[in-house]
């Protein structure tokens, strides 16, 4: 399937009739009035299609490991014969160019989430596209909200992410502590509810009562064909060089992560034991992370290196990949760094790294915010103490059992239990 951008909402298709398509176009409009950026305006070699439309609905491409599983489940779809939307309410961030060339992207060029309600239901009434899966609780309230005023009759699965009632007693925004209870609201208007754990399960039935035949386990698509490639490449660091034990993590500079807990262990280290540690990833609590790693003395075996393109290589060359955070959904990064081939230490959040790591069989669990724990197992690392995982840690997180679980809740079978691609939607 060649490369097909769609610049705000209007499309840019084959002219088939070439009347009814200007027709349609022209009723699909930016909310915002601006142009698209050019690197979106590409026009589709496509002729029409009789196969079956999904969609994919996220916030942007910015971010980490939801935004990543948007598009690897929109591409994991393409490649099973289905047209594909990569839905955006703006589409912005650095993941923009990892999108495939087999699944269209169609830019809502919505300021927020929230203003990005009117275009989503337009799109829907003009598409109509079999099935949306929607990433992100408060895409989901949009992705469910316009499918009644859109009077969709497509199927609508929603994908939560977080452990919500965690991050909603962290949260200082208005709306993330009002979270569950827009979750109790519509979430009970989806198709299906996936969580990417089964702590994230956990969490909704508490929350939310959800009728337990709609709600799924389904872990995000994080094992694909380019990470393997993409951690061979070279890093060009001379800490990697120098026979150091140096250590990784990985994720956005926030309270969520923790990442003081892991700088005070790891200066609980570096007082008996030679070692670096490399941060990647940009946020809010820079300043402070930078202030504190001076207080601690360890500004010369600490580095915040920014957002990386490709991480896999640094986690591929550690000594040991360490997540510190309070609390996640699903860790993306950990199954990365199984993937990556090297020693894992997490903290036993809520949720997902037990999971992962299979109560500690895959890795070492520690608890959270406990200096003296993670310093230890960082010394066990450096020891060789705490092992690399099989194979077998991260093959359900491969791109295509997770699609195949997907389009069991998306599609419907034939009578012979294969899926339909070629069948009229509605």
């Not at 060789?384 to 699609?403: C, F, I, K, M, T």
């Not at 998306?410 to 939607?425: G, N």
């Amino acid at each position: 399937m060649a490369s097909h951008r769609c610049g705000g909402e209007e499309e840019h298709r084959d002219r088939a009739p070439r009347a009814e398509r200007r027709r349609a176009a022209s009723s699909l409009v930016s909310h915002s009035g601006h142009s698209a950026p050019e690197t979106l305006q590409r026009v589709s070699r496509n002729v029409p299609s009789s196969r079956k439309r999904l969609a994919v609905f996220a916030p942007s491409m910015v971010g980490g490991g939801a935004e990543r599983g948007a598009l690897k489940l929109a591409e994991g779809l393409a490649q099973r014969g289905f047209d594909v939307d990569l839905v955006l309410a703006s589409a912005q961030g650095s993941r923009l160019t990892e999108i495939s060339p087999d699944v269209r992207l169609v830019d809502l060029k919505a300021r927020r989430v929230l203003t990005s309600l009117p275009g989503l239901a337009r799109y829907l009434r003009r598409e109509r596209p079999y099935a949306v899966a929607s990433v992100l609780n408060h895409a989901n309230v949009v992705a469910l909200w316009a499918r009644k005023l859109a009077r969709y009759p497509g199927r609508v699965v929603v994908i939560e992410q977080n452990t919500l009632s965690v991050k909603a007693a962290h949260a200082v925004s208005r709306r993330t502590r009002m979270m569950p209870r827009l979750v109790r609201r519509f979430y009970p208007w989806a198709d299906y509810v996936v969580g990417v754990s089964g702590g994230v399960v956990d969490d909704l039935n508490q929350i939310a009562k959800l009728d337990p035949e709609k709600v799924r386990v389904i872990f995000n698509p994080i094992v694909t064909d380019d990470l393997e490639e993409k951690a061979r490449a070279p890093v060009d660091h001379p800490w990697f060089g120098d026979g150091s034990s140096v250590f990784v993590a990985a994720g956005r500079l926030q309270p969520q992560k923790d990442f003081p807990t892991l700088l005070y262990a790891f200066a609980k280290l570096r007082s008996s034991r030679s070692a670096r540690l490399l941060v990647l990833g940009e946020g809010p609590e820079r300043e402070n992370l930078e202030a504190l790693i001076e207080k601690l003395g360890i500004g010369m075996d600490v580095q915040l290196l920014g957002a990386k393109s490709n991480p896999y290589a640094y986690m591929a060359r550690s000594a040991a990949f360490v997540l510190s955070s309070r609390w996640e959904g699903l860790p993306t990064v950990l199954v990365e760094a199984l993937k990556c081939g090297v020693p894992v230490i997490a903290t036993d959040c809520p949720s997902g790294s037990r999971e992962i790591l299979a109560d500690g069989r895959y890795g070492e669990l520690v608890p959270v915010g406990d200096v003296g724990a993670l310093a230890l197992a960082m010394e066990a690392a450096i020891d060789g103490r705490v092992a690399r995982a099989p194979d077998e840690s991260w093959r359900p997180y491969e791109l295509q059992a997770v699609v195949d679980e997907f389009l069991e809740l998306m599609i419907e079978r034939d009578s012979s239990d294969q899926v339909l691609t070629t069948t009229p939607a509605f």
